[in-house]
């Protein structure tokens, strides 16, 4: 039986749509914030890594779309220089952890550092925007990390103020999930293959095939790609976006996404931001919860 991602790419979808409502509840919460427009690519600079769900979907979605030429060539060359610059920065912070250098200032480093992603094209467009991640979908809403809310540089959200904040926590922890199922459902032999953690560029450049996932025997063939490829993503519809919660209601949640507590907020809760990392205001904004939500 060949392996196939259909069904965990179907889950896959219906989680981006539930990200695609909450950014919108956001907006329409904050829509003097939220800034994001055609053409910004500030997000297409960041720094961050998928899972395993997200690599396979966006390989599938890049190999459907760009089968071969020119095209493909120069994007896999531009993933190939990202890559790299991607190793010499995380070899730095591990030098740099090696030298007693705190977890939290290596963080804030690579929080600073800029490279383009590979499917960001000479118009500043995304090349897959219907397939991108999830951390893509998000960059422009305040997102709770270990605790403290961020915010893009370029945003509308001021210093001070309390807003709706994505707990990104929670979020990881459903694709860390998925990706388990899916890693389970073909097969797997690799015990930590779901616990996997690559740039958008190593997602691009991967070949995956049975061997690279640990699928064993010789009916472990390609992935059906006519099933499996990502479809354009239509607007969510029917999903309805949950009313605001009161501030502060979900600051310590532990609520399961779809629960009665969660429907309350959404996933998303209010904390007050600070001010901007840098002085130019470029990056990410970082914050403290507000009241009850501190944390240590």
Not at 1 to 17: D, Q, S
Not at 76 to 91: N, T, V
Not at 274 to 280: F, H, K, L, S, W
Request: charged share 25%; with cysteine; glycine share 10%.
């Amino acid at each position: 039986m060949p392996v196939t991602f259909a069904p965990f790419f179907e889950k896959y979808r219906a989680l981006l749509a539930e990200v695609d409502a909450v950014f919108a509840k956001v907006g329409k919460a904050c829509p003097e914030a939220v800034t994001c427009a055609e053409g910004c690519s500030d997000c297409c600079h960041a720094l961050f890594d998928v899972s395993l769900v997200e690599a396979l979907y966006l390989n599938a979605a890049f190999n459907e779309r760009f089968p071969k030429g020119l095209p493909r060539e120069r994007i896999l060359d531009l993933a190939d220089a990202s890559d790299r610059a991607h190793y010499k920065l995380k070899r730095k912070a591990v030098k740099a952890g090696e030298k007693g250098v705190s977890t939290e200032t290596i963080l804030a480093d690579l929080a600073r550092e800029r490279i383009r992603c590979p499917l960001l094209g000479d118009d500043d467009r995304c090349l897959l925007y219907d397939c991108r991640p999830v951390t893509c979908r998000l960059y422009g809403v305040p997102m709770e990390i270990g605790g403290k809310a961020h915010s893009c540089g370029k945003s509308g959200f001021t210093p001070g103020g309390a807003y709706p904040t994505v707990k990104v926590e929670i979020l990881q922890d459903r694709l860390f999930a998925l990706s388990g199922e899916l890693a389970a459902g073909i097969g797997s032999t690799f015990p930590l293959l779901a616990d996997m953690l690559v740039p958008v560029s190593m997602a691009l450049l991967t070949e995956y095939t049975p061997e690279y996932l640990g699928v064993a025997g010789e009916d472990g063939a390609d992935a059906d790609a006519a099933a499996d490829a990502p479809r354009e993503m239509a607007p969510p519809a029917g999903l309805g976006l949950a009313p605001e919660a009161p501030a502060g209601d979900c600051s310590s949640c532990g609520e399961a996404p779809g629960s009665a507590a969660c429907a309350s907020c959404g996933g998303s809760t209010s904390w007050v931001l600070a001010g901007p990392d840098d002085a130019d205001g470029s990056g990410d904004q970082d914050a403290e919860p507000d009241g009850s939500g501190a944390r240590s």
